[in-house]
């Protein structure tokens, strides 16, 4: 059930002009378990831009971190920026196995909790901002220590074979197509919600009918469900 192999492509065509730095995975930052305030005065700078997760079964490489622009040591200053997670599951044998791992994967950034970087995400958004502490760039923090911590939780699940997290913040990358992506990504993954849970729908009335008529797939798998 690849229905976001386009936006995949799409993503990578985006970041293939830019200049990349590969990390492996590495012991992550720590997880402090739950989300904490930090005030202005703890603040070095704030991140704000797009979170979001492209999730496929074919191969995309091994686990690891890749950071676009500055990494959060040599950030002074507020910039927007993009996550991106791209990951790899098995191999479903129906739908539904596929669609339940779709949301376990959603389910895994919203449950990651570093130390002096405050996030701030919507479920029913791709929004996604971090306020990072002076204390945590102290201690060292990075790109790749706060990525290895989101993929340890993506591969917690057992389906998912490998996780790679990119982290943009060149200032010449395009975040308004990054964003364009990430909401179209929201749209996809809206309308697998309401065919999965058997919702009827009057195909001529429903707002997701593009999104059903565009994306390879998603028509066949509505009409089997009824």
């Known amino acids: 059930m690849d229905f976001f192999e386009s936006l995949i492509e799409e993503t990578r065509k985006l970041l293939s002009k830019l200049v990349k730095k590969e990390y492996p995975l590495?012991?992550?930052?720590?997880?402090?378990?739950?989300?904490?305030?930090?005030?202005?005065?703890?603040?070095?700078?704030?991140?704000?831009?797009?979170?979001?997760?492209?999730?496929?079964?074919?191969?995309i490489?091994?686990?690891?971190?890749?950071?676009?622009?500055?990494?959060?040591?040599?950030?002074?200053?507020e910039r927007r920026f993009a996550r991106i997670s791209l990951i790899q599951t098995v191999e479903f044998e129906d739908e539904q196995s596929a669609y339940n791992a779709i949301r376990k994967v959603e389910y895994s950034k919203y449950h990651?909790?570093?130390?002096?970087?405050?996030?701030?995400?919507v479920s029913t958004s791709h929004k996604e901002a971090a306020r990072v502490t002076k204390k945590a760039l102290e201690k060292g923090i990075s790109f790749q220590k706060v990525g290895s911590?989101?993929?340890?939780?993506?591969?917690?699940?057992?389906?998912?074979?490998?996780?790679?997290?990119?982290?943009?913040?060149?200032?010449?990358?395009?975040?308004?197509?990054?964003?364009?992506i990430a909401e179209r990504n929201y749209e996809i993954t809206e309308a697998l919600n309401h065919i999965m849970k058997d919702l009827p729908l009057d195909c001529s009335a429903c707002r997701l009918k593009p999104i059903c008529d565009e994306v390879e797939g998603m028509r066949e798998l509505h009409f089997s469900k009824y």
Request: hydrophobic share 35%; proline share 3%; glycine share 8%.
């Open 149 to 180: 911590l989101l993929a340890s939780k993506y591969l917690e699940n057992e389906n998912v074979v490998a996780a790679r997290i990119f982290y943009v913040t060149d200032s010449s990358a395009d975040f308004d197509s990054l964003e364009k």
């Open 26 to 59: 590495c012991s992550p930052w720590e997880d402090v378990g739950r989300n904490t305030l930090v005030l202005k005065r703890d603040e070095a700078f704030e991140l704000d831009g797009t979170g979001f997760n492209l999730v496929t079964s074919n191969p």
């Open 61 to 77: 490489g091994e686990s690891g971190v890749t950071v676009i622009g500055s990494d959060l040591k040599d950030i002074k200053s």
């Open 112 to 121: 990651y909790f570093p130390e002096g970087f405050m996030l701030r995400t």
